[in-house]
């Protein structure tokens, strides 16, 4: 499930730019620096607790600013714990409710970290298997950059797809129509590039 991203924040930004390869688990993986980010805009009530953060929470947020907790996939933790650099970019995604689709652009303004919220047995996201000393989740502090000039639904983008794989176009490989469970997914340049250029196309 998308995060419930929280205002602790407990360290100062890493400054470090990225390389063109990172290494994991012996085994090399090309980087990317653009992404899409899943949260949920709407109220949902898991545990008692309200699970809603929508791009308007995060602008609400201090300094706009706030940590991308709680993911619990391990593709997707890997992405943030092994790819992710100071001054990525990424698409603010609304996921879980009535028009899914890009809300906004964020930034990367600190690169990977311990998930406190696998340590908080109050918390909906707590994990007892971690460790403090071995933790299992990682997080990212991510800034508001802006709101996208119109709002790409989900419907127009799997449309797009659905062109592009007969045409070869921009969208034809993206992470969110071939696997699209995922919270944190890769957008290659050229994926974010043609995104950013239908904000002056009407759907």
């Known amino acids: 499930m998308p995060p419930r991203k929280r205002r602790k924040l407990d360290q100062k930004p890493k400054t470090k730019s990225s390389s063109k390869t990172i290494s994991h688990g012996n085994k090399d993986t090309p980087t990317f620096s653009h992404w899409l980010m899943k949260s949920e805009p709407e109220t949902r009530i898991e545990k008692g607790v309200d699970v809603k953060f929508g791009i308007t929470e995060l602008k609400g947020e201090p300094n706009q600013t706030a940590c991308w907790d709680g993911v619990r996939n391990y593709q997707a933790r890997n992405f943030m714990r092994d790819q992710m650099r100071v001054g990525h970019r990424a698409f ?3 996921s879980n409710c009535k028009e899914p689709g890009i809300a906004g652009i964020v930034e990367i303004v600190k690169e990977s970290y311990p ?3 696998q340590f908080d047995s109050k ?5 007892s298997s971690s460790k403090k000393d071995n933790p299992k989740w990682f997080m990212v502090d991510v800034k508001f950059v802006r709101m996208m000039k119109r ?12 062109e592009h794989k007969s045409t070869g176009g921009a ?3 993206m992470y969110l129509l071939t696997r699209p469970r995922l919270s944190v997914q890769p957008v290659s340049k050229e994926e974010f590039d043609f ?8 759907n």
């Open 92 to 94: 603010f995604y609304h």
């Open 115 to 117: 998930d406190h919220t």
């Open 123 to 127: 918390d909906i996201h707590f994990d």
């Open 151 to 162: 709002f790409i639904p989900l419907s127009e983008l799997k449309a797009l797809h659905l």
């Open 171 to 173: 969208l034809q490989n």
């Open 195 to 202: 995104i950013v250029s239908l904000e002056g196309k009407e």
